[in-house]
């Protein structure tokens, strides 16, 4: 089994899906055209996609934190300091770890208040 998709709600479909672009690298693919509000479809890996869903009204969780609801992506450790920077040129709030582990990780708040866990690959 995997995780074929994970769907987000928020307030800007397309600066949402320009932040993951020009961060994360996540591009665009192409969406069915049966949902009746504005959607995007980006690509993470084979296989796997986030979807992003335009939600009148949208709030962030408060439970969104290191000990709450986030979503963790590998990336090459190499490219940390990269990336960091990038997520901050994007808007993201970058948030340390409360917890040792023995890999190098990190967190950051995406502009709708999501926040996602960056592990070491």
């Known amino acids: 089994m995997s995780i074929l998709h994970f769907t987000l709600a928020t307030r800007d479909v397309v600066a949402t899906a320009r932040f993951f672009s020009a961060t994360l690298g ?3 693919v192409d969406r069915p055209n049966n ?8 690509g993470i890996a084979p296989g796997q996609e986030l979807h992003l869903l335009h939600i009148e ?3 962030p969780s408060p439970f969104e934190a290191e000990f709450g609801r ?3 992506v590998g990336f090459p450790v190499s490219q940390f300091p990269a990336l960091k920077q990038r997520l901050r040129d994007h808007g993201a709030e970058l948030i340390e ?3 040792e ?3 190098e990780r990190f967190f950051f708040r995406d502009p709708n208040g999501y926040v996602f866990e960056v592990v070491s690959v």
């Open 35 to 42: 949902i009746p509000m504005q959607a995007a479809w980006l």
């Open 70 to 72: 986030h979503f963790a």
């Open 57 to 59: 009204g949208f709030a």
């Open 101 to 103: 582990t023995p890999f």
């Open 97 to 99: 770890p409360r917890r």
């Open 26 to 28: 996540w591009q665009p």
